[in-house]
């Protein structure tokens, strides 16, 4: 069964999968790992635009990626990330509240025939298993890493989700809501919108990402980092990195180790060589280090314009 509720309130009296562009969700149930009712958002109103609020954006749930990093609003780091991902023919068609709540990558939660952590099982079977793409920090049961590149750059620009239910939205961390959303695989909730508060007085973003192959694919790491520099020093410094933990992370040791000195490419060797604190890679997953250490590095050339 299908349902096409138009308002908030008529999608909180459902029950079933939500689907948006649905370019994850109907490969799911194409492979039969998804199943029953879906609530298609298309004739859903209200959550398709992107509003200039107090100098950030409120964009909403249901806004195509593609729109999202086309508008002259969107900082940098979010902007490119939007840009840089999937395909072009995807972020045409999948929203920002789908990307959120995308389910894990993981091939045995992808293939119908396994039952895993995600799936109903009891055992996480990647990680006595092939692991190869999955998270370097050992963060949780489930060794698929989250993967979300919105929710990385999100992160990074400290944005907060509103989610929807009958009692009215509710705010929260994005990092929280797209663990919540993406890998709990619980009763679905309404991603309403993103709110992103507007970028620090003179600072400067970029995004990198590493990957397998030239693209159409999840990256093995993805950073967004984001800087002040005033004459020459660092002054305010953010690094969220993606594709190495069930969540996006924080890298607060490599922001600490910038804070307070010279925007320089010394200094910013040695920051990002904190990147991988607190990693404890899997047997197969070793090789995501040097690759963090390395983009993290490479991210705060680029947005510091060193070389
Ligand atoms: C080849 C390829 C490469 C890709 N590379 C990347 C990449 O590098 N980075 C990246 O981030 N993604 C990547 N993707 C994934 C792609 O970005 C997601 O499939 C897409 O963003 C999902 O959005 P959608 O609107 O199509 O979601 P749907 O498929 O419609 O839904 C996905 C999930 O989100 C839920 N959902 C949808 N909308 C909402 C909402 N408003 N509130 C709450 N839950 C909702 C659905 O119930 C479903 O569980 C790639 C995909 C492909 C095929």
Known sequence: M?????????VAETTGELRAGGTDLMERRRSGRATGPVVDLRDLAGLDGIEVVAGGLRIGGTVRIAALAAHP??????????????????RAI???GGNLAQRVRCWYFRNPQFSCLQSGGSSCLARDGDHLYHSCFDDRACVAPHPSSLACALLAYDATVDLGGAEGPVTVPTALAALLKGQLGGAPVLVRA???????PGERAAYVRAIARARAEWPLVEVVARVVVVDGVVTAARVAVGGVA???????????????????ATRIAAAAARATDGAQPLPMTAYKLPLLVGSVQEALERAVGVS
Not at 2 to 10: M, S
Not at 73 to 84: F, K
Not at 246 to 264: F, N, S, Y
Request: negative net charge; without cysteine; proline residues 12%.
């Open 2 to 10: 299908i349902r096409f509720p138009t308002d908030v309130a008529a």
């Open 73 to 90: 609003g969107a900082p940098v780091g979010l902007a490119q990330a939007a840009g840089g991902l999937a395909t072009p023919q995807i």
């Open 94 to 96: 999948a929203t920002v």
């Open 194 to 200: 993103v709110n992103v508060p507007a970028p620090l």
């Open 246 to 264: 069930g969540h996006p992370l924080r890298r607060e040791a490599v922001e600490a180790a910038l804070i307070g000195g010279p925007a320089d």
